[in-house]
Structure formats: structure tokens, C-alpha cells
């Protein structure tokens, strides 16, 4: 059976969602080819936080788009968006400083962060230890999403909306013709298109496995958990802390953050295990708590396990209870996710003949940036003057 589309999207994570989306969009006749029944990567193992105070500028950029796309779409389909802001809370005097300075970027940037004295940071946030908190700088537009819940809402809104989702098939063979790219799939499938846009990196590697071999693409192992439902207790936005002002690039662009960084240890736990502390609430309110960094050469993932390493799960949990006395610090549910990323690019990209288009390692930024990052894609690669 052949079927003949004007653009064929081979990955249904975040990122090939979203360049689906921008496609239909634009009145294009648009599938969607998925190689699990629902996916099962990076998209559905993280914290679900939309975080564009997180990014550098040119990525900030893109995450404000993504804002304003999550919130168009959940104002006409429920994806599970909420609008319940990301604080970031600093632990010191070097901390307050580069939230300071981002505060002041921010303002130049148009946009919207508060300061927050500790005080109020107390006051707004239950169990908050006042031995840890010194300041805090909210950023009230962003949002959180329920990840396994938001990415599957999405498929079904793009398949109502007119896209052809093709989930649990695999791509056997991507074949350039003068005429356009033919697919196969293992389910005897055969799908048309002049343009291909694969955004998986599994799929990169069956189909491409040199070009994959020879990529710098490096994949990070992250380590998350959840707790128990929290009694009686509500945090009231994301919440990011210490070493993640430490660690993301918008605070790179600080003034001050070169020489803070020269002055840490580096033979901690914290920088051998990449870990920084995110809490976010669920909607059954349990917390989500993580998170850690191992990376590898994309061509030796293996080398990451199957396992967890509970020293990470246990530091991460002790470096928690400094920040939040929460009512329980019991866990329930342990998992990690595999995020692929460029060593010398902030994501990767690789035209074939100018018809297939490979487009992966987002890495971190992928819930945040895709939904932006992959409107201005399809512009460019359809050349659409208008957008």
C-alpha cells in the first residue's frame, strides 16, 4: 500500500510532534511514523517543565515560542498544560548574584522574572528551609505539562486535526528517488513524500549507521524519581535551586559567572554525577525529584546499563532534604532517561540531497525549545517566505 504525503515525520517524541504540527499548520499533508505503540524516550522521562529562563538567548528565543504554542493549543485541547510559573532558589551570596544579573538580562529581553527577597521566598513556599534559601527569581509565564500524558494528547490532537499517525511501525528503508523519498516499514508499508524529516536518533542509527557512527553526538543518562502523594501539602511552581543556577546556560551569559565557576570543587559528587535539584509536583501530588548527567559517545550507549545507580538516587535525595523539610521522602517510582546531544552543536542537523532531513540530539532542551525550534524548521525547509 502506497501512501503519498507532502512530508513524512519519523519520530514521535517532542520534537517530531511538533514538526508535524507546524506542517499541518501550513496546509501540509503531514504522517507521523512512530516505532513503538506510544513513545517511550526522552519525551515521556523528564520533568515536564517548560523552562525558557533555563536557555541561553538565541534558545530562550525558541522556548518563548514554545510557551505561546503549548497555550493555543491547550485553549482548544486539554494536553495538560499549567501555568504555575519556575522559581529558581539560590543558596548563597554567588547564587544571588547571577540571579541578579539574569533578572537584569531578563528585563532587557522583555522578559517577565521577579526577585525575591528569602522572606518571601519562605512565605511562598511551604517547607522551604531557611538555612538553605538566601533569594529567589521567579518567572511567572512559564508552564509544566505531565509528559506521558501530554504527548499522547498531542498525537491525538494532531490526528483530529488531519495528520496520519503511524504508531508501533517500524522504518525497514528510505529510499532517495528523483522524485521525492520512499519509506518502507515491517509492517509492509510503503509511504511517499517529497521531504523526510527523521527526528529519532534510533531510526538515524538503523537507517544511517555511518553517518550516525561519524556524528558527535553524545547521549546523557539522567536519574529521576518520584515520591509518594504529598499530604496536604501543594508546591506552587517549578522549582529549580543552587546547582542548577550553576549549571544552565542562561546563566552563562551572566557577567559573573565565569569566575564563580572557576572557584568550585571539582572532584564533588555533584559535578562527577552532573546532578542538579529540580522539584516539581504531579497532579496526583506526589513530587518529582531528580536530577543527575553521564554521558557517553552515542555509539557506545551501552555503556550507560540498564541499572540504577542508587548512589545517585541517595545523594540526590539527601541534597533535597537540604532545600525541602516536604511531609515524605518516600519513594515510588524510580526511572532514567537517555537524551542524545551534540558535543560542538546545540542540536544536530543533516540534510541527504535536500530531502531527508535529520534533525536530533536536542537534548535538555527538547520539552522547552522543539515547539519553537521546529515552527522556524519548517519554514526554512519549505522555504515558507510568508511565516
Not at 3 to 15: A, C, E, K, T
Not at 80 to 85: A, K
Not at 125 to 142: M, T
Not at 251 to 265: G, V
Request: charged share 20%.
Amino acid at each position: 500500500m502506497n501512501s503519498q504525503y507532502d512530508l513524512i515525520v519519523v519520530g514521535g517524541g517532542v520534537l517530531g510532534t511538533f514538526h508535524a504540527y507546524h506542517a499541518m499548520n501550513n496546509g501540509l499533508k503531514v504522517a507521523l511514523v512512530e516505532k513503538d505503540g506510544k513513545p517511550q524516550g526522552a519525551t515521556v522521562r523528564n520533568f515536564g517543565q517548560v523552562v525558557p529562563s533555563g536557555m541561553n538567548s538565541k534558545w530562550q528565543a525558541f522556548g518563548r515560542e514554545s510557551l505561546r504554542i503549548y497555550k493555543k493549543i491547550q485553549s482548544k485541547f486539554d494536553i495538560s498544560v499549567r501555568q504555575e510559573g519556575s522559581i529558581y532558589l539560590a543558596s548563597n551570596d554567588e547564587e544571588v548574584q547571577l540571579l541578579e544579573e539574569l533578572h537584569t538580562i531578563n528585563i532587557s529581553n522583555s522578559y517577565p522574572s521577579e526577585l525575591l527577597t528569602k522572606e518571601k521566598c519562605l512565605l511562598k513556599y511551604p517547607n522551604l528551609r531557611s538555612d538553605y534559601v538566601k533569594a529567589g527569581l521567579f518567572f511567572p509565564e512559564e508552564i509544566m505539562v505531565e509528559p506521558r500524558v501530554m504527548i499522547n494528547r498531542l498525537h491525538e490532537y494532531l490526528r483530529q486535526s488531519g495528520v496520519d499517525l503511524y504508531m508501533g511501525e517500524t522504518i525497514l528503508e528510505c529510499d532517495l528517488l528523483r522524485n521525492g523519498v520512499q519509506l518502507y516499514t515491517a509492517q509492509n508499508r510503503m509511504l511517499s513524500a517529497p521531504k523526510v524529516i527523521i527526528c529519532n536518533g534510533s531510526d538515524f542509527k538503523t537507517l544511517y549507521p555511518k553517518l550516525f557512527n561519524d556524528s558527535d553526538l553524545i547521549v546523557s543518562k539522567l536519574q529521576m524519581m518520584q515520591t509518594k502523594v504529598q499530604p496536604n501539602y501543594t508546591l506552587p511552581s517549578s522549582v529549580l535551586t543552587g546547582l542548577s543556577i550553576r549549571r544552565y546556560e542562561a546563566f552563562a551569559e551572566c557577567p559573573s559567572f565565569a569566575a564563580i565557576k572557576a572557584k568550585e570543587e571539582t572532584d564533588s559528587l555533584e559535578k562527577k554525577w552532573g546532578v542538579h535539584i529540580l522539584f516539581k509536583q504531579a497532579t496526583d501530588g506526589s513530587m518529582i525529584i531528580g536530577d543527575s548527567h553521564e554521558y557517553v559517545p552515542a555509539n557506545r550507549i551501552d555503556e550507560l546499563g540498564i541499572d540504577l545507580n542508587m548512589d545517585i538516587d541517595n545523594f540526590i535525595v539527601q541534597e533535597a532534604k537540604k532545600i525541602f523539610d516536604l511531609p515524605t521522602y518516600e519513594i515510588q517510582n524510580r526511572w532514567f532517561g537517555l537524551y542524545s546531544q551534540c558535543k560542538t552543536t546545540d542540536i544536530y542537523q543533516h540534510t541527504i540531497d535536500e530531502d531527508v532531513h535529520i534533525v536530533t540530539g536536542i537534548g535538555g532542551k527538547g520539552m522547552t525549545g522543539s515547539a519553537g525550534f521546529a515552527e522556524e524548521n519548517i519554514n526554512l525547509i519549505f522555504n515558507l517566505a510568508h511565516a
